[in-house]
């Protein structure tokens, strides 16, 4: 009899850990921020005065709820950038290149103007048609000056030329924390939150989850690694980060990019970035607020996929910004991008 019931341990074990699965599988289903989004569209587009106060109280309780056995978006995007000047002591940066790791990262909570600039710009879309970029630029007479900047191959080359403009102008007129700016809340301080934070977070997109843009993954690593090399090469001379004026600082950049550059998707940026600084002389403000726009109206286009693989994925590891609106705008209807076609018709203005 006892020697039965030994036999019977190992079975009741394994019956025991497939049971736990099954519940731990059901929680993170229920819990998941997947379930949530489409429990809050439902919701919303069947709300009606009939709802009952305990269904009210069920669908909070649930949005409430999270599983300790998954991880959950922390509300931080990471960023990363092309135009990252020398430090005084890099020993790692050899054994990134000899190792092809991709390119240093750091995380920062999600700001507000963030989160602002994107559903300002969900509410902006008409007829649920994304474009890269160009539709928010058509609409102001300084924007169709920059359409040219849009022509690209494809949309990592229009990111990485956006971004690199983004960064010079940064470096002429660096945000400071403790600088209070006069205005609205949409002043041009939040503007430039909104379009630094996007752009460092695209080009965080091209060199660690190129899957999740439309382009080609391959294409879109390696195009990054080509302009990021071709930046330090042309860089190599500059004096370590700290060592100048912000001012003697982008001078020297734009001097050396302007004079080494080799790459032809850095030449674009560097010229589109002189050609905003140009416009920034007389209407920073408006400058501001239209790369807000463009980098807002990107990070749109680019979320649709049809790679359930690789967003699954990415919610399986905590979850990315480009994933929760993916989900959003899936639930909108809206699985694609548009095609090539129309993102060149688009930009058919630029010259």
Not at 39 to 67: D, E, G, M, N
Not at 130 to 142: K, T, Y
Not at 257 to 268: C, G, P, R, T
Not at 310 to 322: D, F, K, M, Q, Y
């Amino acid at each position: 009899m006892g020697k039965s019931l030994l036999d019977m341990v190992p079975l009741l074990l394994v019956l025991v850990l497939a049971v736990t699965a099954e519940v731990r599988d059901v929680a993170s289903y229920v819990c998941s921020n997947w379930t949530k989004v489409t429990l809050i569209w439902k919701y919303l587009h069947r709300a009606s005065p009939q709802h009952s106060l305990f269904v009210q109280k069920w669908v909070c309780l649930l949005l409430r709820c999270t599983c300790k056995l998954m991880k959950h978006w922390d509300e931080r995007m990471s960023q990363c950038s092309v135009l990252v000047l020398p430090r005084r002591t890099r020993p790692l940066v050899p054994f990134r290149r000899l190792l092809r790791l991709p390119d240093n990262k750091w995380k920062v909570k999600v700001p507000a103007a963030v989160k602002v600039s994107i559903i300002n710009a969900l509410r902006s879309l008409q007829d649920g048609r994304l474009r890269h970029g160009a539709e928010s630029l058509r609409q102001s007479e300084v924007g169709q000056r920059f359409l040219w900047a849009c022509n690209a191959e494809g949309t990592s080359d229009t990111i990485l030329t956006w971004h690199i403009a983004t960064c010079i102008l940064e470096m002429k007129c660096p945000y400071r924390p403790d600088h209070k700016q006069q205005g609205s809340p949409n002043s041009n301080s939040d503007h430039k939150i909104a379009a630094t934070h996007l752009s460092r977070y695209c080009a965080y997109l091209m060199t660690w989850c190129p899957d999740l843009l439309p382009d080609n993954s391959a294409w879109s690593k390696s195009l990054y690694e080509a302009v990021k090399k071709d930046a330090e090469c042309a860089l190599t001379e500059i004096p370590a980060a700290g060592s100048m004026t912000p001012e003697d600082e982008y001078l020297r950049v734009v001097q050396l990019l302007s004079a080494n550059s080799k790459h032809e998707v850095l030449k674009k940026g560097v010229k589109l970035g002189k050609q905003l600084v140009v416009e920034m002389i007389n209407v920073e403000e408006t400058v501001w607020k239209l790369l807000a726009h463009f980098w807002s109206e990107m990070i749109l286009y680019v979320a649709p996929s049809d790679n359930l693989k690789e967003h699954s994925e990415a919610i399986a590891r905590g979850g990315e910004l480009v994933t929760l609106i993916w989900a959003l705008l899936f639930h909108a209807g809206i699985a694609n991008s548009p095609g090539e076609n129309e993102k060149n018709a688009a930009t058919g203005g630029g010259v």
